[in-house]
């Protein structure tokens, strides 16, 4: 007997908005099977006005309120059963975070959970990243967002230190990361790595996704430190403009991934981590995840 039902996830963050439609099957006798039917992505970027301002503007209010009306109409005709919408940092830091939350509940009917950095790092967790892990390994685990991004030790299968710092993409293109912040996490990637042998990073996020995509990888294999550091300097000897026309990178995707690409070298020369697994799970998925096995609240459409 095989049943199939449909999960949304909707993740708000500092760069993009975006909405997830997974398929899961349920098999007698067999694993549960998540299959994703559906991903919409819109970049509207909270974090350029929060990060600079302290609040979202009336443009990406209007935005938002558009986006999360044509995501509510996209569930209801993909016939989903259940959802839950999570905003990260830029909604968390803003002044009128909550106030937003409200409007859209209003009028797109839409429930959002403002989640803070541990929150975000516990969801994440309930991805299949484990399936990528090696019970006699050590990683660094790296998820890169727009405003901040969540840091986790994972020896030998086992998650023994977490934290996220507010180091992001946005941020940093905004250049409102101080040289504290970045000491702060020096110190304690090295600290939390000490001690162990051979560390290697797991990347997710979508710039890291896009140079792995980029590399012609094969699925399973790593990113080396020296490819990672050639790409980021090639990035830097084009412009924005010609990172578009000429390395045909989104206009959203252009300018972010430097910053991006800075995190995980920083987090590869303090760990002292050679490779970089890629595994494409994030925050949706772990949303998923986490409303199927009641580990979050979720909203029945």
């Avoid at 905003?87 to 803003?94: D, N």
């Avoid at 403002?114 to 299949?128: K, P, Y």
């Avoid at 980029?214 to 010609?242: D, M, R, V």
């Avoid at 002292?272 to 580990?295: M, N, Q, R, T």
């Amino acid at each position: 007997m095989l049943n199939i039902k449909k999960y949304a996830a909707i993740d708000i963050g500092s760069n993009a908005v975006r909405l997830l439609i997974s398929s899961i099957i349920e098999q007698k006798g067999q694993p549960v099977k998540f299959k994703k039917t559906s991903l919409v992505r819109v970049p509207i970027r909270l974090g350029a006005d929060v990060f600079l301002k302290g609040e979202i503007s009336e443009e990406n209010k209007e935005r938002m309120l558009d986006t999360m009306t044509a995501f509510r109409l996209l569930m209801k005709s993909h016939k989903i059963i259940k959802y839950k919408a999570c905003a990260t940092s830029a909604m968390r830091e803003a002044d009128n975070g909550k106030e937003v939350a409200k409007l859209i509940s209003k009028k797109a009917k839409i429930e959002i959970d403002i989640i803070d950095g541990e929150e975000e790092a516990a969801i994440i967790a309930a991805t299949d990243l484990l399936s990528y892990i090696k019970e006699d390994k050590t990683y660094l685990y790296v998820d890169v967002g727009g405003g901040s991004t969540e840091f986790s030790v994972i020896h030998h299968g086992n998650t023994v230190a977490s934290k996220s710092f507010r180091i992001g993409t946005v941020r940093l293109l905004n250049d409102i990361v101080k040289k504290e912040t970045w000491n702060e996490l020096e110190e304690w990637i090295k600290a939390k790595t000490k001690g162990y042998h051979a560390i290697d990073l797991i990347g997710s996020g979508g710039n890291i996704n896009k140079i792995f995509k980029i590399s012609g990888k094969a699925e399973g294999k790593p990113l080396t430190y020296f490819y990672l550091t050639t790409y980021y300097n090639k990035l830097q000897t084009y412009s924005y403009e010609e990172r578009i026309t000429e390395l045909e990178l989104n206009q959203d995707r252009a300018d972010v991934i430097i910053p991006a690409t800075r995190i995980y070298l920083s987090a590869m020369k303090w760990s002292g981590a050679k490779d970089v697994f890629v595994p494409k799970i994030g925050l949706s998925d772990g949303i998923i995840k986490s409303v199927y096995y009641g580990a979050v609240s979720s909203i029945n459409l």
